[in-house]
């Protein structure tokens, strides 16, 4: 089973709204990390946060971590139209020796 | 900087055909990932490589492989294609070594498509 796990699989807003995603993961981690993708292009990191670390912010995002939950949310605020895309959590495991992304959450941000 | 580079972007195989796919990394980036996303299965890592040696893999059969050459760059190979191998296949480079515990940044893809 994957070791990330996003919620919703979906969810659409309307412009200046926040927006937020939860991920679940299973085991030990040393660092979490969301990606973005927008239809059609490559994956771009957003914020790595570590195992050590609660909360992180860049920009209108925010990244809460919870290792007591093995759980991570991210918060988009003043959603743009541009912030439409699918986003992904990622942890590797305990060992640094895999990778593995969750489902996705698909965002789409209403003009 | 330029960003990684994957060539090529797109490619059409028949089953039973091999395939190779090249990937530059950041320069100056050591450690290449390599990645399937599949609408199915998602995101699935395949291997990582560092310095010319396979340093992690994914649970992937055997008919996919890859090598890193002294320059960093990469290159992905699939055997005996099947239908289920069509994807995006994605590289990614980071630059400290420690492979997957790390930021990656990501080249635009390969897309796959078997026949």
Not at chain 1, 21 to 30: D, E, G, V
Not at chain 1, 76 to 94: H, K, P
Request: net charge positive; aromatic share 10%; proline share 4%.
């Amino acid at each position: 089973s994957q070791q990330g796990e996003e919620d919703p699989q979906a969810l659409s807003i309307q412009e200046g709204e926040n927006a937020t995603m939860n991920c679940s993961y299973k085991t030990s981690i040393n660092n979490l990390q969301w990606y973005r993708q927008n239809s059609g292009r490559g994956l771009v990191h957003l914020i790595l946060i570590r195992s050590n670390e609660r909360e992180k912010h860049s920009g209108r995002l925010r990244v809460t971590l919870d290792t007591s939950k093995k759980s991570s949310s991210l918060l988009i605020t003043a959603s743009r139209a541009a912030d439409t895309a699918s986003y992904f959590c990622a942890t590797d495991d305990n060992y640094g020796q895999n990778f593995v992304f969750g489902p996705g959450t698909r965002l789409s941000v209403l003009p | 900087k330029a960003g990684v580079t994957q060539t090529p972007r797109y490619l059409i195989k028949t089953r039973g055909q091999q395939v190779t796919l090249s990937c530059s990394p950041i320069s100056g980036h050591r450690s290449v990932s390599w990645y399937q996303q599949t609408p199915g299965q998602g995101l699935q890592f395949l291997f990582e490589y560092f310095s010319e040696t396979q340093r992690n893999k994914g649970n992937f059969p055997g008919r996919f492989s890859g090598r890193q050459f002294s320059n960093s760059r990469s290159e992905m190979n699939v055997s005996t294609l099947e239908l289920g191998d069509s994807a995006l296949y994605l590289c990614a480079s980071s630059p400290l070594g420690t492979g997957v515990s790390e930021t990656q940044y990501f080249g635009p893809g390969t897309r796959l498509l078997v026949l």
